[in-house]
């Protein structure tokens, strides 16, 4: 009988000290996994120019004014075209740098001759609010060559970017911070 009431006891024992350990083992391990998990600070925000549907909600849902959102032209494929889609207008009367006949409504892209009949495009940073109607007018007439990248020297890295919360394709997406511009000309 002393024996099988020893048993019981240490039975007692072995549970009392199990059910400790269950209940302490996730607050002892707590710590230990988040130290484990991936550094935040090693990683940015970016656009995936193959995602992003130019929805203008960049410009708009970005907590810096304006947006660190910018338009990027990707020169190896632009066709360095007389009519550049992101640049003019649709429907506009005449080819031509009158603020009348540009799509940007802040008169970001600049126009410079290169040879007849090519001209080069190139984002003025300062000016551009991220609106994405170039991009959208590049991708939908144009050969996609202009896209939208969040600019790391005005973006100020929110734990949670408002960006991707609202953006309807996923294309913000955390990328290594050692390769923070994903390039559209790049991708094969």
């Known amino acids: 009988m002393e024996d099988q009431k020893n048993k019981s006891g240490s039975r007692r024992e072995f549970v009392k000290t199990a059910g400790r350990l269950f209940l302490a083992a996730p607050v002892i391990a707590l710590p230990v ?35 660190a959102v910018k338009c990027t032209n990707a020169f190896p494929m632009c066709g360095y075209c007389d009519f550049c889609p992101g640049f003019l207008r649709q429907g506009a009367k005449t080819y031509n740098t009158a603020a009348e006949n540009q799509l940007c409504p802040t008169g970001a892209i600049v126009r410079k001759f ?73 991708k094969s």
Request: one cysteine or more.
């Open 114 to 186: 290169v040879e007849e009949p090519y001209f080069e495009y190139t984002i003025e940073e300062s000016l551009c609010d991220g609106c994405s109607k170039c991009v959208k007018a590049c991708g939908d007439f144009g050969n996609g060559s202009l896209y939208l990248q969040i600019m790391h020297n005005l973006c100020v890295d929110c734990n949670y970017c408002a960006i991707a919360r609202a953006c309807p394709s996923d294309a913000v997406i955390r990328v290594p911070a050692g390769e923070p511009y994903m390039r559209k000309e790049l």
């Open 33 to 67: 996994i988040l130290s484990k998990k991936r550094d935040a600070k090693g990683f940015v925000w970016q656009i995936d120019p193959y995602k992003c549907t130019s929805c203008e909600l960049c410009r708009t849902a970005c907590v810096m004014t304006p947006s």
